[in-house]
Each structure stands twice: as C-alpha cells, then as structure tokens.
C-alpha cells in the first residue's frame, strides 16, 4: 500500500530515519506504529503539498466532524472531471430567446420583475446576483471589489472608472 503524505519531516518519522522529538506527537507516533503493525507492504512517497490540495481540503472536514466510535462510515466516492460540471449541461441546453446573458438581472434591477416560472429560490439567487450590478441611465455596470465599475453591453465588458464624491 502507497502511503502519500507532503511532510516530508513526518514521513521520516514514520519511516524511522529521523525520531519524534516533539512531546505532543510522540503519543501519535506510538500508536502509527501500533497501526503500520497490521500492514504487510507499506511504501511512503512524498507528495508536495501543491499536488495534495483536495487531501488537505478532506482532512479538514474530517476534523471538523465528531464520529462515534460504534458508528460505521460508508466510502466516499469521488469523481475528478476534466472540466466544472456545469459546463457540461451548456449544451444540452437550448437558448428559447434571443436576449442577452444579463437580461434578468437588468429586468431585476430595473422594475423588480422576474422571468414567468421563477421560483423562490431562482429570485432569491437572483436578487443576490443583481447586489453586484447598478444601473446608471440606460446602462448597465457591473461593481467590482476595488470600487471600479465595468460596462456591461451585449458583446463586451469595458473597465470604468468612477470617482465618488465624498
């Protein structure tokens, strides 16, 4: 079995080149090596932590979550893609109008309006999308973190910027 870890100090440890100093880690290097016991073949590779990412992500909600000792956890599959799944469904989907992308948010902002067969939850998402937009005359600019704005037309997004009188 292929054991991955991106602490390279921790993997000599477990390896037995290098000893466990620290009090506080000494309990838990006991009891590795209680574990290792019931492993035949273990090899350790070292992974950098740049390529480890999603393990670190997954110890973290490990850690966060208290599991009873009698309770039995079922395996988590997961499934890497090559590309968001949302990308995915944009062409299964077929356009049934020919108004721009920010149609909705613009119609939102200007008479509080909703597309027909909106639910709840579309214009809650909705109205949370639209905080980022402002409409000034007839266009429509987008607000971004550092307090420019970004035209928004049909084909284009142009950097503004906008001086704000105190």
Known sequence: MNVLGDSNLVLRQVRGDWKTRDAKLKLYHAYMELLIENFEDLKYIHLPRGQNQFVDVLATLASTVDIPTNVIVRHLLIETRSAPAYCHLIDETKVQDDLPWFHDIQQCLRSGT?????????????????????????????????ATMSRIGMEVVLPVEIEMGS
């Open 114 to 146: 909703y597309l027909e067969g909106a639910t709840s939850k579309d214009r809650r998402a909705l109205r949370q999308l639209a905080t980022r937009f402002v409409i000034c005359g007839e266009t429509l600019y987008r607000r971004s973190a550092d």
